[in-house]
């Protein structure tokens, strides 16, 4: 296909997914009376429906699955590592182990939050300090670090959800598998997703570059210190936002750069907004289908992305040369 | 051009280059000779800016190496490294565009005129028919000299090559000599790490010898290749070959 069908095709999807995304839910509501809804009209109980309930879990699921993706393609580049993706860092175990800290002393919404972001603050922060040395950056060293915070931050998890009373454990558990049905406020995850693409999208020259090694880029002109401590950033801060939003959703952040890279789109001129637009499509519609298929019961959107996840980097493993 | 003043290089507490005084002028085309380990890669790392030498100071037009912006730098000061990761997505064409990255500040140009450069310079390396080809699926003799072409789109005014002919057939050393040799000529300052004195006799016009313990000698191509100095440096028995205009050696 041609790369500027596909762009378009992908960037199509957005509206599309987002469509199908408010369409579907628990309650059926036919399209004429949708249509009247969002313009403005029809009966106050759609409109309640819509505005509401499934807009705000639409735009809330996109910007979580856009942010997943835009951290994987980051730390793929950064780290040069094909596998790496957003959980590597073991932000999402910080925030887990924040935010089950606050549910088991019974901590309110808004003080559970600020625990996981503390949490998630606090990995993010150890990552880098432990793999940036004044000579430059080692990437096994980031690898390395997020691998121990992870399996630390697991052991902590596991310990929480031992001591926490059997009522508890049922939304720790959804918390843990990535569910979006808490997301109300979609708004502050747009904000930081509108911050962090644009600083990665000024990195794309220099995150190509990067790929000829880190010695040549800087040969280059590249300040290769400061692209990879931005890159990190960014990609810190988008995980950190769509953890908070929705928890550990896996593998939208591992897979849509590598779809992307299959189809033919290398540079991060232009993987970087694809990954975007596709990564949220891809939530939005795994979303929805979490939402509708067992209704009325909500299942957790993780076990969609991880059922179609799994076969699909399987298959991708396998085509990989 | 560019000037060592002092410069001591260490790695792992073994001194490589002890107290090197050089000045590479433009016009002039260095080779750098010594055996596996004896500190080529890590003087043209630490020339370039790469590396901190242990002790002493570089300057390139005067001006310390780490006082420059690196992309003024860029502009001026660029080197071919022995390795480099084969990550790199896009085809030859881009790879040598790259080169023109300090000057444009973009990986992405369209400019049909730095196309055509780089068109030009592919077919200097001979590699006029792989333009499209993906960078990564090239074989290491063309994915070298993709390398240099690149090096030659970024034209600076100073070059450091580290084994410039690393997997590179007879033809195409000699080309990529020329090539070089042609740069100095146009009043470039070329400085190369090589394995072949026969094609630094027949192309360079000054050496640096990197004997054991820090001991460096330097000077023109003539006083530098001889007979003695070679034995000494390689640690093998050298014979003179006749039937050249210059004098080279073969192993015995």
């Given at each position: 296909?041609?790369?500027?069908?596909?762009?378009?095709?992908?960037?199509?999807?957005?509206?599309?997914s987002?469509?199908?995304?408010?369409?579907?839910?628990?309650?059926?509501?036919?399209?004429?009376?949708?249509?009247?809804?969002?313009?403005?009209?029809?009966?106050?109980?759609?409109?309640?429906?819509l505005?509401?309930?499934?807009?705000?879990?639409?735009?809330?699921?996109?910007?979580?699955?856009?942010?997943?993706?835009?951290?994987?393609?980051?730390?793929?580049?950064?780290?040069?590592?094909?596998l790496?993706?957003?959980?590597?860092?073991?932000?999402?175990?910080?925030?887990?182990?924040?935010?089950?800290?606050?549910?088991?002393?019974?901590?309110?919404?808004?003080?559970?939050?600020?625990?996981?972001?503390?949490g998630?603050?606090?990995?993010?922060?150890?990552?880098?300090?432990?793999?940036?040395?004044?000579?430059?950056?080692?990437?096994?060293?980031?690898?390395?670090?997020?691998?121990?915070?992870?399996?630390?931050?697991?052991a902590?998890?596991?310990?929480?959800?031992?001591?926490?009373?059997?009522?508890?454990?049922?939304g720790?558990?959804?918390?843990?598998?990535?569910d979006?049905?808490?997301?109300?406020?979609?708004?502050?995850?747009?904000?930081?997703?509108?911050?962090?693409?644009?600083?990665?999208?000024?990195?794309?020259?220099?995150?190509?570059?990067?790929?000829?090694?880190?010695?040549?880029?800087?040969?280059?002109?590249v300040?290769?210190?400061?692209?990879?401590?931005?890159?990190?950033?960014?990609a810190?801060?988008?995980t950190?936002?769509?953890?908070?939003?929705?928890?550990?959703?896996?593998?939208?952040g591992?897979?849509?750069?590598?779809?992307?890279r299959?189809?033919?789109?290398?540079?991060?001129?232009?993987?970087?907004?694809?990954?975007?637009?596709?990564?949220?499509?891809?939530?939005?519609?795994?979303?929805?289908?979490?939402?509708?298929?067992?209704?009325?019961?909500?299942?957790?959107?993780?076990?969609?992305?991880?059922l179609?996840?799994?076969?699909?980097?399987?298959?991708?493993?396998?085509?990989?040369? | 051009?560019?000037?060592?003043?002092?410069?001591?290089?260490?790695?792992?507490d073994?001194?490589l280059?002890?107290?090197?005084?050089?000045?590479?002028?433009?016009?002039?085309?260095?080779?750098?000779?010594?055996?596996?380990?004896?500190?080529?890669?890590?003087?043209?790392?630490?020339?370039?800016?790469?590396?901190?030498?242990?002790?002493?100071?570089?300057?390139?037009?005067?001006?310390?190496?780490?006082?420059?912006?690196?992309?003024?730098?860029?502009?001026?000061?660029?080197?071919?490294?022995?390795?480099?990761?084969a990550?790199?997505?896009?085809?030859?064409?881009?790879?040598?565009?790259?080169?023109?990255?300090?000057r444009?500040?973009t990986?992405?140009?369209e400019?049909p005129?730095?196309?055509?450069?780089?068109?030009?310079?592919?077919?200097?390396?001979?590699?006029?028919?792989?333009?499209?080809?993906?960078?990564?699926?090239?074989?290491?003799?063309?994915?070298?000299?993709?390398?240099l072409?690149?090096?030659?789109?970024?034209?600076p005014?100073?070059?450091?090559?580290?084994?410039?002919?690393?997997?590179?057939?007879?033809?195409?050393?000699?080309?990529?000599?020329q090539?070089?040799?042609?740069?100095?000529?146009?009043?470039?300052?070329?400085?190369?790490?090589?394995?072949e004195?026969?094609?630094?006799?027949?192309?360079?016009?000054?050496?640096?010898?990197?004997?054991?313990?820090?001991?460096v000698?330097?000077?023109?191509?003539?006083?530098?290749?001889?007979?003695?100095?070679?034995?000494?440096?390689?640690?093998?028995?050298?014979e003179?070959?006749s039937?050249?205009?210059?004098q080279?050696?073969i192993p015995?």
């Open positions: 296909m041609n790369r500027r069908t596909l762009a378009w095709l992908i960037l199509l999807s957005v509206p599309a987002l469509a199908i995304a408010v369409w579907h839910g628990s309650v059926d509501i036919p399209a004429a009376r949708l249509f009247a809804a969002l313009s403005g009209g029809g009966e106050s109980i759609d409109r309640e429906i505005w509401g309930l499934r807009a705000p879990r639409a735009l809330a699921a996109f910007a979580c699955g856009a942010l997943l993706a835009l951290a994987g393609t980051l730390l793929q580049a950064l780290l040069r590592n094909p790496a993706d957003p959980f590597l860092l073991g932000i999402s175990g910080g925030a887990a182990a924040g935010a089950l800290t606050a549910m088991l002393v019974g901590a309110a919404l808004a003080v559970q939050h600020l625990f996981a972001f503390a998630a603050a606090f990995a993010a922060a150890s990552v880098f300090a432990f793999s940036l040395r004044p000579s430059g950056w080692n990437a096994y060293r980031v690898i390395l670090a997020g691998v121990a915070l992870s399996a630390g931050f697991g902590l998890v596991s310990l929480l959800l031992s001591l926490a009373p059997a009522a508890q454990v049922h720790m558990l959804f918390w843990l598998m990535g979006l049905s808490g997301a109300t406020d979609p708004l502050p995850a747009w904000v930081v997703l509108g911050i962090a693409a644009a600083l990665a999208q000024s990195q794309a020259a220099p995150l190509d570059l990067l790929a000829l090694g880190e010695d040549k880029a800087r040969s280059l002109g300040a290769v210190v400061a692209v990879q401590s931005i890159t990190f950033g960014c810190a801060l988008a950190m936002a769509a953890v908070l939003l929705g928890g550990s959703i896996g593998f939208v591992l897979v849509t750069p590598h779809m992307l299959l189809m033919g789109v290398h540079d991060h001129r232009t993987l970087l907004p694809l990954s975007v637009a596709a990564g949220g499509s891809l939530l939005a519609l795994a979303d929805a289908v979490a939402r509708s298929v067992p209704a009325p019961v909500d299942l957790p959107v993780g076990i969609v992305t991880a179609i996840g799994v076969p699909a980097l399987l298959f991708l493993l396998t085509r990989a040369r | 051009m560019l000037t060592a003043r002092g410069l001591s290089i260490a790695v792992a073994r001194t280059v002890g107290d090197l005084e050089l000045e590479v002028r433009r016009g002039e085309c260095w080779a750098v000779l010594g055996r596996n380990g004896s500190g080529k890669s890590s003087l043209l790392l630490a020339l370039a800016g790469l590396r901190r030498p242990s002790a002493g100071r570089i300057e390139l037009q005067e001006r310390a190496i780490g006082d420059w912006p690196r992309m003024e730098l860029a502009q001026r000061l660029g080197i071919v490294l022995q390795d480099e990761p990550d790199y997505w896009g085809n030859a064409l881009d790879y040598v565009m790259l080169g023109r990255y300090p444009s500040r990986a992405y140009s400019d005129v730095l196309r055509e450069q780089a068109l030009a310079l592919l077919e200097e390396v001979d590699l006029a028919a792989h333009g499209t080809q993906a960078y990564r699926t090239l074989s290491g003799g063309e994915r070298q000299r993709a390398r072409a690149q090096a030659f789109m970024q034209d005014e100073c070059l450091l090559l580290d084994e410039p002919l690393q997997h590179l057939d007879l033809k195409h050393q000699l080309a990529v000599m090539a070089l040799a042609r740069r100095a000529a146009g009043g470039r300052a070329v400085l190369m790490a090589l394995h004195p026969a094609m630094a006799a027949r192309l360079c016009d000054h050496a640096v010898l990197l004997y054991d313990s820090g001991r000698l330097h000077g023109r191509i003539a006083e530098m290749l001889t007979q003695d100095n070679l034995q000494l440096l390689y640690q093998c028995r050298l003179p070959a039937q050249s205009d210059i080279v050696f015995r």
